[in-house]
Nanobody, 116 residues
Framework: QVQLVESGGGLVQAGGSLRLSCAASGSSFQINAMGWYRQAPGKQRELVATISRSGSTNYADPAKVRFTISRDYAKNTVYLQMNSLKPEDTAVYYC??????????WGQGTQITVSQ
């Protein structure tokens, strides 16, 4: 079993920055990919960014210029650096891990609120 613990969310003014962290722990596992998703009120959960085992990254269009995903392999941790935040970035942000067998795990989510 894998546990994902997210941290770094909170309230920030528009134009500010936040850095999310997601640490994976549990019984032995091999990570294939990790990523961040978000869900705004009344909307479906959507992709923000992913990073593969090889380090390849993929971003949704709203995140391409302002957000950066990175990974610390030794710590089994993925980060999301978010700059120039906008009110429309307000959402619950979830961490996702896919192991080499294709099984996925989700974190509990962390709230980000961007005020005007």
């Amino acid at each position: 079993q894998v546990q994902l613990v997210e941290s770094g969310g909170g309230l920030v003014q528009a134009g500010g920055s936040l850095r999310l962290s997601c640490a994976a722990s549990g019984s032995s596992f091999q990570i294939n990919a990790m990523g961040w998703y978000r869900q705004a009120p009344g909307k479906q959960r959507e992709l923000v960014a992913t990073i593969s085992r090889s380090g390849s990254t993929n971003y949704a269009d709203p995140a391409k210029v302002r957000f950066t995903i990175s990974r610390d392999y030794a710590k089994n941790t993925v980060y999301l650096q978010m700059n120039s935040l906008k009110p429309e970035d307000t959402a619950v942000y979830y961490c996702r891990l896919i192991n080499v067998r294709g099984k996925e795990y989700w974190g509990q989510g962390t709230q980000i609120t961007v005020s005007q």
